[in-house]
């Protein structure tokens, strides 16, 4: 293996860069009211002369005199809103129009499922890329030597997306912000990375996780950052099905001519390949001594892996439980979407840091969220234990956007409150970044229907977090429908939500969401299903249930009114 290199440069830049950085996050969160007041301001001065800016009086908002009246003519102004109401503006800005949503264009976008068909486009500025995905950057890799000061000893281990995925129609690009962040981070550590950036372009999943620990695996690796977790579970699919292949390509020096790569991805990868024997010899006797090979034999000086631990994906930390080696930190990558870097994890907890001199935050408490004139919190108000809705506001163009999240407050760092992801809510289900939307479901059964003709009176379908699937269940009208022709339902159900939600096709192709379950219903199942919830004390005038969830307790329901 690699022997261990000084971290002496990457800990005295970082130190520097990272450090300036983090005293002036600890210096605004001291007072995250009067924090929250200075964001809000400069957010609304930046963007006061755009399209939306004038349409909703943010000059007039300006003229507040205090934090309280700001606040109240900014909720009396701009609407709270979900992604659909801005997606007008987004389209002016995508046709190259300048000034609509904020001053200027965006420099990119970062794509992500939608409710609808159609995918969130969601604007990157300049200022929102060189202070949020810049700045805390730094504080995010400062904040890993803090933790384990040999954490730049080794090479890095970094999943993340394609920097540029095509181009919106004045000729912006869009792709992964992930990717942009790390092919803009700072040089020193870019010569940390296992593999080149080329490798997210590699479209075959299964040649793209090969390729990825084909590299890795020769090296000393002491950092990994993936966000979902789901991920190492099929890094580590990919070594138990291809450990002797890699121990090949290692000792050549090659990279396995039947993988689907093109010329041009190998001709990237060249450089990072040569012979080794010495190193292939190590990791067949670590086969030989233990059987099923696993990151804490092939890593054994891991200092951090970075992923998610909150919400559903804590599922997937059962599955690699005791793989890794004893004193490795796993930190919890903090509450990240695309539409939003909220904060970061700093410590060994789940909590989120916030930015509040970079993001304007709101917050509805959970037992409001269904009402329809709810009191919205301000970050100051957050109490400790308690869970909330954020609605967030950034320098991106986003205005009281509603994050379609559950979060429950922590800890405060200073005295501004941390939070962490509980769950999607409003009809989303996630179980590895998919965010599949109740009327996405709705709308591909509807087709599915149309397509084959065959008619459903109900279905209903639940998230399996144990197995990485959904399970669907169907009542035909014609119940001599049989296993097979629910199966061929069930394929055209899963083609349609590949087409409406790229998140859930980019999970499919990746593995991480597996084929979904089909299972058919007994005559009048809802029916029997709403009399058993009744029985147990649900009140008739207002039941009501979703199609889409990821409910234990109700799916163990419908799983006694299948048709064996």
Same mark, same amino acid.
């Given at each position: 293996?690699?022997?261990?290199?000084?971290?002496?440069?990457?800990?005295?830049?970082?130190?520097?860069?990272?450090?300036?950085?983090? =005293?002036?996050?600890?210096?605004?969160?001291?007072?995250?009211?009067?924090?929250?007041?200075?964001?809000?301001?400069?957010?609304?001065?930046?963007?006061?002369?755009?399209?939306?800016?004038?349409?909703?009086?943010?000059?007039?908002?300006?003229?507040?005199?205090?934090? &309280?009246?700001?606040?109240?003519?900014?909720?009396?102004?701009? @609407? +709270?809103?979900?992604?659909?109401?801005?997606?007008?503006?987004?389209?002016?800005? /995508?046709?190259?129009?300048?000034?609509?949503?904020?001053?200027?264009?965006?420099?990119?976008?970062?794509?992500?499922?939608?409710?609808?068909?159609?995918?969130?486009?969601?604007?990157?500025?300049?200022?929102?890329?060189?202070?949020?995905?810049?700045?805390?950057? &730094?504080?995010?890799?400062?904040?890993?030597?803090?933790?384990?000061?040999?954490?730049?000893?080794?090479?890095?281990?970094?999943?993340?997306?394609?920097?540029?995925?095509?181009?919106?129609?004045?000729?912006?690009?869009?792709?992964?912000?992930?990717?942009?962040?790390?092919?803009?981070?700072? /040089?020193?550590?870019?010569? !940390? $990375?296992?593999? @080149?950036?080329?490798?997210?372009?590699?479209?075959?999943?299964?040649?793209?996780?090969?390729?990825?620990?084909?590299?890795?695996?020769?090296?000393?690796?002491? =950092?990994?950052?993936?966000?979902?977790?789901?991920?190492?579970?099929?890094?580590?699919?990919?070594?138990?099905?291809?450990?002797?292949?890699?121990?090949?390509?290692?000792?050549?020096?090659? !990279?396995?001519?039947?993988?689907?790569?093109?010329?041009?991805?190998?001709?990237?990868?060249?450089?990072?390949?040569?012979?080794? *024997?010495?190193?292939?010899?190590?990791?067949?006797?670590?086969?030989?001594?233990?059987?099923?090979?696993?990151?804490?034999?092939?890593?054994?000086?891991?200092?951090?892996?970075?992923?998610? /631990?909150?919400?559903?994906?804590?599922?997937?930390?059962?599955?690699?439980?005791?793989?890794? @080696?004893?004193?490795?930190?796993?930190?919890?990558?903090?509450?990240?979407?695309?539409?939003?870097?909220?904060? !970061?994890?700093?410590?060994?907890?789940?909590?989120?840091?916030?930015?509040?001199?970079?993001? #304007?935050?709101?917050?509805?408490?959970?037992?409001?969220?269904?009402?329809?004139?709810?009191?919205?919190?301000?970050?100051?108000? =957050?109490?400790?234990?308690?869970?909330?809705? *954020?609605?967030?506001?950034? #320098? +991106?163009?986003?205005?009281?956007?509603?994050?379609?999240?559950?979060?429950?407050?922590? *800890?405060?760092?200073?005295?501004? @409150?941390?939070?962490?992801?509980?769950?999607?809510?409003?009809?989303?289900?996630?179980?590895?970044?998919?965010?599949?939307?109740?009327?996405?479901?709705?709308?591909?059964?509807?087709?599915?229907?149309?397509?084959?003709?065959?008619?459903?009176?109900?279905?209903?379908?639940?998230?399996?977090?144990?197995?990485?699937?959904?399970?669907?269940? $169907?009542?035909?009208?014609?119940?001599?429908?049989?296993?097979?022709?629910?199966?061929?339902?069930?394929?055209?159900?899963?083609?349609? =939500?590949?087409?409406?939600?790229?998140?859930?096709?980019?999970?499919?192709?990746?593995?991480?969401? &597996?084929? *979904?379950?089909?299972?058919?219903?007994?005559?009048?199942?809802?029916?029997?299903? /709403?009399?058993?919830?009744?029985?147990?004390?649900?009140?008739?005038?207002?039941?009501?249930?979703?199609?889409?969830?990821?409910?234990?307790?109700?799916?163990?329901?419908?799983?006694?009114?299948?048709?064996?």
């Amino acid at each position: 293996m690699e022997k261990q290199v000084s971290a002496f440069v990457p800990n005295f830049l970082l130190g520097m860069a990272g450090g300036i950085q983090y =005293l002036k996050l600890k210096s605004v969160s001291k007072n995250p009211r009067k924090a929250s007041e200075n964001t809000l301001r400069g957010i609304l001065e930046y963007a006061k002369d755009t399209v939306y800016g004038k349409e909703h009086h943010f000059a007039q908002i300006l003229e507040a005199k205090d934090d &309280k009246e700001l606040y109240a003519l900014y909720q009396k102004n701009v @609407p +709270a809103q979900d992604y659909e109401e801005l997606r007008p503006y987004v389209e002016r800005h /995508k046709n190259g129009e300048s000034g609509v949503l904020f001053p200027g264009k965006p420099i990119m976008y970062a794509t992500t499922s939608g409710t609808t068909k159609e995918p969130k486009w969601v604007p990157i500025t300049d200022v929102y890329l060189n202070s949020v995905y810049g700045k805390m950057t &730094k504080v995010w890799l400062f904040n890993f030597i803090k933790n384990r000061p040999k954490v730049f000893t080794g090479k890095i281990v970094s999943i993340v997306g394609k920097v540029v995925e095509g181009y919106a129609p004045d000729g912006t690009m869009f792709g992964s912000v992930s990717g942009v962040t790390q092919r803009d981070c700072p /040089k020193f550590v870019k010569k !940390l $990375y296992a593999s @080149p950036a080329d490798v997210f372009a590699i479209t075959d999943y299964t040649a793209r996780y090969y390729a990825i620990m084909r590299m890795g695996i020769e090296r000393n690796i002491t =950092l990994i950052v993936t966000a979902n977790p789901s991920t190492i579970v099929e890094m580590q699919n990919n070594v138990n099905e291809f450990y002797d292949k890699y121990v090949e390509d290692i000792e050549k020096g090659t !990279l396995n001519a039947e993988l689907n790569i093109s010329n041009e991805i190998r001709d990237a990868i060249r450089p990072y390949l040569k012979p080794n *024997p010495e190193r292939a010899a190590e990791l067949r006797a670590l086969k030989e001594k233990y059987g099923t090979v696993l990151p804490k034999h092939y890593w054994p000086n891991l200092q951090i892996l970075n992923t998610w /631990k909150c919400g559903n994906t804590k599922v997937y930390l059962d599955k690699f439980k005791d793989s890794f @080696p004893e004193d490795m930190l796993h930190q919890e990558f903090g509450y990240f979407s695309s539409e939003c870097r909220f904060g !970061l994890v700093l410590d060994d907890t789940d909590n989120t840091v916030l930015f509040p001199h970079f993001h #304007y935050y709101e917050f509805i408490a959970e037992e409001d969220v269904e009402s329809p004139n709810p009191r919205f919190l301000q970050l100051h108000e =957050l109490q400790k234990g308690k869970r909330y809705c *954020p609605f967030v506001t950034t #320098y +991106a163009g986003l205005y009281r956007y509603n994050m379609n999240d559950l979060v429950e407050v922590g *800890p405060s760092f200073e005295n501004t @409150p941390t939070v962490h992801m509980i769950q999607k809510v409003n009809g989303i289900v996630t179980m590895t970044g998919e965010k599949l939307h109740e009327r996405q479901f709705i709308e591909a059964v509807r087709q599915a229907e149309k397509e084959l003709n065959m008619p459903v009176r109900f279905f209903v379908g639940f998230a399996d977090l144990g197995i990485s699937a959904y399970h669907f269940y $169907y009542e035909f009208d014609n119940p001599a429908t049989t296993k097979e022709q629910a199966e061929q339902f069930t394929e055209k159900v899963d083609e349609v =939500l590949r087409e409406v939600n790229i998140e859930y096709k980019a999970k499919r192709e990746s593995f991480r969401v &597996k084929d *979904p379950v089909t299972h058919r219903l007994q005559h009048e199942s809802f029916e029997t299903f /709403k009399a058993q919830c009744i029985a147990e004390g649900a009140r008739d005038g207002q039941f009501k249930m979703n199609l889409l969830m990821q409910d234990e307790k109700r799916h163990a329901k419908f799983k006694k009114l299948v048709i064996e």
